[in-house]
Each structure stands twice: as C-alpha cells, then as structure tokens.
C-alpha cells in the first residue's frame, strides 16, 4: 500500500494539464542515465516562486537525483500581476505555475495543508496561525513518502529569512528531519510509509545574508549550477530561467544565462559530506537488496542505446522490467520501475489519447470517448484491455499496433452516478486561517487533484504486460493557438452564479441583485431558484422557473432585493430546485495561457452588506494597473466606472469624472503611466480627485520623484496584523468625516494585513490622517496620506483596500467612499497648524 501513494504522485507531476510529452532521443538517452542513480533531494521552503529553480534543475538533470520541492503554501496571500484574482484563486494559479515549472526543470512537487495568510514578520506568529504540529505532521508525511537522502532549506531558520513563514519552512524541515525516523510519531503515517532517516540537512545559504561566504568558507559545500547539458542543449541556468518565468503572476520573468554558477550549501544536520551533498550517500544499485542483478542490465541499455532508433532498447528495457519484479518492493525499486516502464513508452513512441466533446459532465450521464492510438517503431505492441471504473467499463480487446498506423475509434460511456465534483480537493472544505481542511489524508501532500477520469489500458510491448493510464481531456483547435485541452471535469447539473460577490444596500431602496443560472448537463434543465436572505430582507418574486436546452446555456434571472433597517454584515445564498434536488454551487473559471484551464465550484452565495455608506460624485475613472476589484466595489456604492485606456487619459475625458483611481502597482505596471501623469496632476491642480493606490520603489515606470506633486519616498514598511489598532491622527479632516464618519470600529473585520509599501517619509503639505503599527514595532504612519493641490486633491494610500472592498468590509466601504468624494461639496479644509515635515 505504501508504494501505492509514490505511484500516484509520480503521476500527478507527469499528467499535470492532461497534455502528452514525447521526449526527444537525446531526452530518452538522459533518462536511461537516470536509471543508474539511485539518490534523492527534497528543497524546503515556503512559497512557489521561493525555490531555488537552477539547484532543482542541476540536480535532476545532472545529477540525475529524484528531486522535489515542498512549498508550505500555494502563494495565497501575494499580490497578483496578471489578474484580479487574490487569495485561494492566487494560490490556485501559482499552484499551477509551480506545476509548469516542474515540468520543466524535471523535479516534483509537494505541499502542506498550510496557507499563506500574507506576510507574516516572526515564526513564532506564523506557527501558531498554521497550527505548528498539523504542518509539521505534512512535512514528516512527504518525507516518509518520498524518502529523499538529502534535505535542503532555502532559508536559515532565523531572522535573517526576512519573513515569518521562511522562517518556520527551515525550523519545521528541521525538526521533521529529527521525527521522521520515530515511528512513535504520527504513527497513523507510519502504517502507510514506514519510517525514514534522512543523511543530511543543508542550507541553501546565499550572499544576500551572508555577504563573504564563498567555496572555501568552513562548513559549505560549493554546487556549480551552471553547467552545460549537451543532451538537453541548455545550461541548468537556461532552464532554471525557462522554470521561474513560470511564476508570471509574480512577475518573475527571468533571464537564460550562461557560465558557471556556484551555489552554496551549509552543514545543518546529519552525516556531513566536504565536497558533494551526496558523498555519504550510496546511490548506486548495492542499496537495493538484489540490486547487484539490475545494475549490469542498466549498464548495458545505456551502453548499446541507439540515439537513431531508440526503439532497439526496447529489449533491453523489458529485461530490466523483469529483474525489478523479482525484487522485494521499496521505494527505489517502485521508482525505476516507473521510469522503466516510462522509457518503454518514449522508445516505441508510444501515444494513446482519450478525448471527450465537450470539458465538463454531470455524474450519471453518458459522455463520447474518441481514442487515438499508434505505436511509433517495429516493436510488437498490443493493445489487450481499456477499462475505467468511473466509466464503468471493462473492454477486452486485442489491437495490434503496427508502426506508425494509427487507430481510433469512438465509445459512449456512462459516468458513474456517485462520482465527486471536480474541484480543487484543499478548497472542497471551509477551512481555518492558516489551514485548509483535508479530510482524507491520503491527499495532503499532492500538488492536485487526480484527473477526473481515468482509462487503464493494458499493452503488451513485446510479449511484457504494461499498464498505461490514460487521463480524458476535451481537446479543441484554436485558430490561433492551434491544439488545445484542458481537463475533463465532473460537475453538477446546474449552476447559480451571483453576478458579483459583494452587494452593498446603503438603504431600504429595493436593489436588483442578479444570478446567472447555467446548465453543466447535456439533459435539459427545468428548476427554479430562490434566494436565501438574512431575516428582515425580502425578494421579489420570491422565486423565478428557468430551462435550459443544452450544456452550457446560461439564464440570467433578477430579483428585487429590500434589505432591513439595519446595518448588517451578511451573505446571501442562491438555491436551484431541479426535480426535487438542490443546488447551491457556483462556477468560476481561472483561464492563463501557461497554466491549465482551473475549475473550481465555491458555495452559490455573496457577500451582503446593508451598511449606511453614503457618497458624493457619480463617475469615477479608474486606471488599472496590476490588476484588482476596485471597479466592482466601487460600481457597489453607486458609482458609474469608466476604466480608462491609456489614449482616454485626455483633458477634456477627465472633466467628465468626479474622481480618478489608479489600480494597485498602477506605478510599477502602466508602460505609459510617466506619459499620463502630468496630465492627471493638471487634472487634480483644477479641482479633481486622485487617488493612488499602493506601489513598490523597485521597478517604477517613472522617475521616483515625479509620482506625487510633492516629495514622497515609497518603503517597504506594512502592517501585517489585520486586528491591530489604528489610531486616527486627524478625526476632525473631512475625508475621515465626509460623507461618512470614520471611527476605530470601521477598522474592525478586516483581513490578511492593515496595508503594504507605506511612504516612509513625505513633504509639506502632506497630511497622515491615520497611525498603526504591528505589536513591538514603531508607529506608520503613511497609510494615508492627502495633499490639497491646486484646487484638487492628491491622496496616496497603501491600506489595503484591494483586499478589503471584494470582501465586503464595510468599513472599507465607507473610508473609500470618503476617499473618492474628496472635495465635494466642499474640500478638504487646510490644517489649523503648520503640518511637521517627515
């Protein structure tokens, strides 16, 4: 059973997006090397993009090691420079993006249960919002499942890792390397992996916090990365710069460099080596009990391979195949069994294809197959069986593959009534702060979720029995892009879709709220939907019928909403009655280019605020830079929202709006934002409203002294602690009074951080209108910062209302409103004092 869960994750890395790789004959003869190193190397570290992608990339493709990088978290809590999505959506994408790295420098993937709850300043917080001992079991389940010889940390397991989570992933590998061997630990694990001892402990330690290490330093072992794989035609620095441009949503786009690079590496814990990571390490074949039988054979396939006709190695391979089955099962020996059973298939060109018509099915209906099979070389291949138990199938067969002639067939096939849905399986349960609940261990770990349906075909290549799964995808040209697929999902029947996740009743005014009804079944749907309101509220009609023909057709149906007389905080739940069933399940569809297309079902419901938000003006422009809500949340209040393109940033197009937002790193994003600032500061200098929203000092796009009309210098300075106190420097400024009253309490309910890259210092006449600070730190008080202007207003902040609005904080609400009603009826007044220059 064991050896059942590595099976499967061998799996999850290579069928990630359902898309066929026929490795190159140079590719292939790597792989055959590969067989005769028997060593493995877990990295450690926090998030996807912290890894450490040229030591992954040297050491699976140089060295030839089983390599793998566990990432305490999906990345939910960064910032996102490709989109609006944040949070679990952020951590699905970046999910992704560490997957498409993987792929392509060759090492596997792995995660805890643990979220990224943004940034954290000390382990000690971290720890004890993840749960320590919950994660800490994660780290020692992975270890006992992938066994690698050789740990490396990307941090140092103090401050110097310059954030609370880099911190916990060095102490918690750390720790887990001590436990991992105990089988009075988590004993549960035990049964399912045994036991495991690690050789050494290392850390990847670098000159960003230790400025003179270098090759000679005591205690460091020096890994020239750098180096040139003729095989592959790259340097390890080429596709370590190939894999870390995956992280697109982090804007980590990277260089390809050449030459040697040197990475340094040290000593923690565990047997000590001088010149190699693996030098105390036996990585040859004498590991393995019986190996000694199967070392001479590999030898041989590697020796007499044929880069011109891989498929003579085929023989070779199959007698390789069949001394791995004579030995007692392991780790190693499960391992090169897969990769044996890999190379038979890359040498025969093996391809084997199922795609359905449409990407989505409902449990219980029939969905067409198209098969597509051909075998690529003189080897005797026969196709024998296919049979799924999702598909509920068993077929006997007995196809001779001759070479290069190709077969395909179609079969309609029912799925089975009591399949689950397909989503993300860590988002399938509400969860904790800091971790997601998984109720079936046997998932923690995995980087995703299985594909939904699976064909197991049994082949005979030259006499030898081969499983071969064969995940469904729906697959489609693209006039542009060519041949796509994405993954085929299980989804019920019917969907209800809010139009928007947050809506605001700033009165008893009825309010439309809108729900798109969407069909997810080939059979026709015929239902109603009701909404499930908080007590007082009202709807009318109370409920709406709806029929849809055909998979996919969409409804949209409105109801008229009445909230009650108070201010409430709550959600609204939208429910489809189909013959006697409910549904209350919604989809959303994350749709990038360099990762798969991701599905998830969340709960049919929206945030529903009844919150006396009042404001002044009514169109705001807005200008997006990294992307975020901002012009749902403000459309909310009431607002009409034009998003600018850069050619509509003209004066006469900015006296038609009461107020312009520039969108997060709107600053660091906009290519043509240097052009279009002395236009809006002449737009604020005759009376409009600018405000500015958060920004990095790396990476402007225009000088550091032209993004206010008056000094201000951007830091990395953030409060992290979304409950600490906010002290408000000016409670008698009109933005903290106009049009609603700002006090502590609207500051209550906020999530992940206050804000991010507040100003550290700025000039007259820049008023603070706001103070705060995490525990045992000095006061920021740049959070929010106004400037009168000509006869408008310029106001910067860094609160982190990107977060805040799509959740439906209602404080967050009245304070923007506030932001973007500056000056009207009346402006701001000048301070009483003369403000001190910071």
Same mark, same amino acid.
């Given at each position: 059973?064991?050896?059942?869960?590595?099976?499967?994750?061998?799996?999850?890395?290579?069928?990630?997006?359902?898309?066929?790789?026929?490795?190159?004959?140079?590719?292939?003869?790597?792989?055959?090397?590969?067989?005769?190193?028997? !060593?493995?190397?877990?990295?450690?570290?926090?998030?996807?993009?912290?890894?450490?992608?040229?030591?992954?990339?040297?050491?699976?493709?140089?060295?030839?090691?089983?390599?793998?990088?566990?990432?305490?978290?999906?990345?939910?809590?960064?910032?996102?420079?490709?989109?609006?999505?944040?949070?679990?959506?952020?951590?699905?994408?970046?999910?992704?993006?560490?997957?498409?790295?993987?792929?392509?420098?060759? *090492?596997?993937?792995?995660?805890?249960?643990?979220?990224?709850?943004?940034?954290?300043?000390?382990?000690?917080? %971290?720890?004890?919002?993840?749960?320590?001992?919950?994660?800490?079991?994660? #780290?020692?389940?992975?270890?006992?499942?992938?066994?690698?010889?050789?740990?490396?940390?990307?941090?140092?397991?103090?401050?110097? =890792?310059?954030?609370?989570?880099?911190?916990?992933?060095?102490?918690?590998?750390?720790?887990?390397?001590?436990?991992?061997?105990?089988?009075?630990?988590?004993?549960?694990?035990?049964?399912?992996?045994?036991?495991?001892?690690?050789?050494?402990?290392?850390?990847?330690?670098?000159?960003?916090?230790?400025?003179?290490?270098?090759?000679?330093?005591?205690?460091?072992?020096?890994?020239?990365?750098?180096?040139?794989?003729?095989?592959?035609?790259?340097?390890?620095?080429?596709? =370590?710069?190939?894999?870390?441009?995956?992280?697109?949503?982090?804007?980590?786009?990277?260089?390809?460099?050449?030459?040697?690079?040197?990475?340094?590496?040290?000593?923690?814990?565990?047997?000590?080596?001088?010149?190699?990571?693996?030098?105390?390490?036996?990585?040859?074949?004498?590991?393995?009990?019986?190996?000694?039988? #199967?070392?001479?054979?590999?030898?041989?396939?590697?020796?007499?391979?044929?880069?011109?006709?891989?498929? =003579?190695?085929?023989?070779?391979?199959?007698?390789?195949?069949?001394?791995?089955?004579?030995?007692?099962?392991?780790?190693?020996?499960?391992?090169?069994?897969?990769?044996?059973?890999?190379?038979?298939?890359?040498?025969?060109?093996?391809?084997?294809?199922? %795609?359905?018509?449409?990407?989505?099915?409902?449990?219980?209906?029939?969905?067409?197959?198209?098969?597509?099979?051909?075998?690529?070389?003189?080897?005797?291949?026969?196709?024998?069986?296919?049979?799924?138990?999702?598909?509920?199938?068993?077929?006997?067969?007995?196809?001779?593959?001759?070479?290069?002639?190709?077969?395909?067939?179609?079969?309609?096939?029912?799925?089975?009534?009591?399949?689950?849905?397909?989503?993300?399986?860590?988002?399938?349960?509400?969860?904790?702060?800091?971790?997601?609940?998984?109720?079936?261990?046997?998932?923690?770990?995995?980087?995703?979720?299985?594909?939904?349906?699976?064909?197991?075909?049994?082949?005979?290549?030259?006499?030898?029995?081969?499983?071969?799964?064969?995940?469904?995808?729906?697959?489609?040209?693209?006039?542009?892009?060519?041949?796509?697929?994405?993954?085929?999902?299980?989804?019920?029947?019917?969907?209800?879709?809010?139009?928007?996740?947050?809506?605001?009743?700033?009165?008893?005014?009825?309010?439309?709220?809108?729900?798109?009804?969407?069909?997810?079944?080939?059979?026709?749907?015929?239902?109603?939907?009701?909404?499930?309101?908080?007590?007082?509220?009202?709807?009318?009609?109370?409920?709406?019928?709806?029929?849809?023909?055909?998979?996919?057709?969409?409804?949209?149906?409105?109801?008229?909403?009445?909230?009650?007389?108070?201010?409430?905080?709550?959600?609204?739940?939208?429910?489809?009655?189909?013959?006697?069933?409910?549904?209350?399940?919604?989809?959303?569809?994350?749709?990038?280019?360099?990762?798969?297309?991701?599905?998830?079902?969340?709960?049919?419901?929206?945030?529903?605020?009844?919150?006396?938000?009042?404001?002044?003006?009514?169109?705001?422009?807005?200008?997006?830079?990294?992307?975020?809500?901002?012009?749902?949340?403000?459309?909310?209040? !009431?607002?009409?929202?034009?998003?600018?393109?850069?050619?509509?940033?003209?004066?006469?197009?900015?006296?038609?709006?009461?107020?312009?937002?520039?969108?997060?790193?709107?600053?660091?994003?906009?290519?043509?934002?240097?052009?279009?600032?002395?236009?809006?500061?002449?737009?604020?200098?005759?009376?409009?409203?600018?405000?500015?929203?958060?920004?990095?000092?790396?990476?402007?796009?225009?000088?550091?002294?032209?993004? /206010?009309?008056?000094?201000?210098?951007?830091?990395?300075?953030?409060?992290?602690?979304?409950?600490?106190?906010?002290?408000?420097?000016?409670?008698?400024?009109?933005?903290?009074?106009?049009?609603?009253?700002?006090?502590?309490?609207?500051?209550?309910?906020?999530?992940?951080?206050?804000?991010?890259?507040?100003?550290?210092?700025?000039?007259?006449?820049?008023?603070?209108?706001?103070?705060?600070?995490?525990?045992?730190?000095?006061?920021?008080? *740049?959070?929010?910062?106004?400037?009168?202007?000509?006869?408008?207003?310029?106001?910067?902040?860094?609160?982190?209302?990107?977060?805040?609005?799509?959740?439906?904080?209602?404080?967050?609400?009245?304070?923007?409103?506030?932001?973007?009603? /500056?000056?009207?009826?009346?402006?701001?007044?000048?301070?009483?004092?003369?403000?001190?220059?910071?």
């Amino acid at each position: 059973m064991r050896f059942l869960f590595l099976l499967i994750f061998l799996l999850s890395n290579l069928l990630a997006g359902g898309q066929h790789h026929q490795p190159s004959a140079s590719e292939i003869k790597l792989k055959l090397k590969k067989l005769n190193f028997l !060593g493995s190397v877990l990295y450690v570290a926090a998030h996807p993009d912290d890894e450490n992608t040229r030591a992954i990339a040297y050491l699976a493709n140089d060295r030839l090691a089983a390599t793998a990088y566990l990432s305490m978290t999906r990345g939910d809590g960064g910032q996102n420079l490709i989109g609006p999505e944040i949070g679990e959506l952020l951590g699905l994408i970046r999910t992704q993006e560490l997957m498409a790295a993987r792929r392509i420098d060759g *090492g596997q993937q792995f995660f805890t249960r643990a979220i990224d709850f943004g940034f954290s300043k000390n382990y000690q917080e %971290t720890l004890e919002i993840w749960n320590k001992d919950e994660v800490l079991s994660d #780290v020692v389940r992975v270890i006992r499942q992938f066994q690698p010889d050789v740990i490396l940390t990307r941090f140092p397991p103090d401050e110097r =890792a310059g954030h609370g989570h880099h911190t916990s992933s060095a102490l918690l590998a750390q720790e887990a390397f001590d436990l991992s061997n105990n089988s009075s630990i988590y004993p549960d694990q035990v049964k399912a992996f045994g036991t495991w001892q690690v050789s050494a402990l290392y850390t990847n330690t670098g000159r960003w916090w230790n400025q003179t290490i270098n090759e000679n330093t005591p205690g460091i072992l020096a890994m020239n990365v750098g180096t040139y794989n003729t095989l592959l035609g790259k340097s390890y620095s080429e596709i =370590a710069a190939e894999s870390r441009t995956q992280h697109k949503s982090q804007g980590f786009g990277s260089p390809g460099r050449r030459g040697d690079a040197l990475e340094f590496f040290e000593f923690v814990k565990g047997s000590q080596a001088t010149r190699d990571v693996f030098e105390k390490v036996n990585t040859t074949w004498s590991r393995v009990k019986g190996g000694d039988k #199967v070392q001479p054979l590999i030898t041989k396939v590697i020796q007499e391979y044929n880069i011109d006709n891989p498929s =003579a190695s085929v023989p070779n391979l199959i007698e390789i195949r069949k001394a791995l089955l004579l030995l007692e099962q392991s780790v190693w020996v499960k391992r090169k069994l897969f990769e044996v059973e890999q190379l038979l298939k890359d040498c025969t060109g093996l391809y084997m294809e199922a %795609t359905t018509t449409h990407y989505m099915a409902a449990p219980g209906e029939s969905v067409q197959l198209s098969f597509e099979v051909i075998n690529r070389s003189p080897a005797s291949i026969v196709l024998e069986k296919l049979e799924s138990k999702a598909l509920r199938f068993d077929s006997t067969l007995a196809l001779l593959l001759k070479d290069n002639f190709p077969i395909t067939f179609k079969s309609t096939k029912q799925i089975h009534q009591n399949l689950p849905y397909s989503a993300p399986y860590w988002l399938s349960q509400p969860h904790a702060t800091g971790l997601y609940t998984v109720p079936d261990p046997q998932l923690i770990g995995k980087p995703e979720n299985d594909p939904a349906i699976m064909i197991e075909a049994a082949v005979r290549i030259q006499g030898e029995l081969i499983k071969v799964l064969v995940p469904v995808v729906h697959k489609w040209t693209d006039p542009v892009k060519g041949e796509l697929t994405r993954p085929f999902e299980i989804v019920p029947p019917v969907f209800v879709n809010f139009s928007q996740s947050v809506f605001v009743l700033k009165d008893q005014t009825p309010q439309y709220i809108t729900v798109l009804v969407k069909s997810g079944s080939q059979r026709k749907m015929k239902g109603e939907v009701n909404l499930d309101l908080p007590s007082g509220w009202t709807s009318s009609p109370a409920t709406i019928p709806f029929e849809l023909q055909k998979i996919n057709e969409e409804l949209s149906l409105t109801f008229l909403v009445v909230g009650g007389n108070e201010e409430l905080d709550a959600s609204i739940r939208a429910i489809a009655q189909v013959e006697g069933k409910e549904f209350s399940v919604s989809y959303r569809q994350i749709q990038y280019d360099h990762i798969p297309v991701q599905t998830l079902l969340p709960p049919a419901q929206a945030r529903a605020l009844r919150v006396n938000a009042r404001k002044e003006g009514s169109v705001i422009g807005y200008i997006r830079g990294a992307g975020d809500d901002i012009p749902v949340s403000l459309r909310n209040l !009431g607002y009409e929202v034009w998003e600018m393109k850069d050619e509509e940033i003209t004066p006469a197009n900015l006296k038609r709006v009461d107020a312009v937002v520039l969108g997060i790193r709107a600053l660091n994003t906009n290519e043509r934002i240097r052009y279009n600032m002395p236009t809006l500061f002449n737009y604020v200098r005759e009376g409009g409203t600018l405000v500015v929203q958060y920004n990095t000092s790396n990476d402007l796009e225009l000088d550091a002294d032209k993004i /206010a009309p008056y000094p201000l210098k951007l830091s990395r300075d953030r409060v992290t602690q979304e409950n600490s106190e906010v002290r408000i420097l000016k409670p008698d400024h009109p933005l903290l009074n106009y049009p609603n009253k700002i006090t502590p309490a609207d500051f209550e309910g906020w999530i992940q951080e206050r804000g991010l890259y507040f100003p550290s210092s700025w000039g007259e006449p820049f008023e603070a209108l706001l103070s705060m600070n995490d525990k045992g730190e000095p006061a920021r008080d *740049g959070s929010l910062l106004v400037a009168p202007y000509g006869e408008g207003y310029y106001i910067y902040t860094g609160l982190s209302f990107f977060r805040e609005l799509p959740e439906g904080v209602p404080g967050a609400y009245k304070l923007f409103a506030n932001l973007v009603s /500056a000056g009207k009826p009346k402006k701001p007044v000048a301070p009483k004092s003369k403000p001190k220059s910071k």
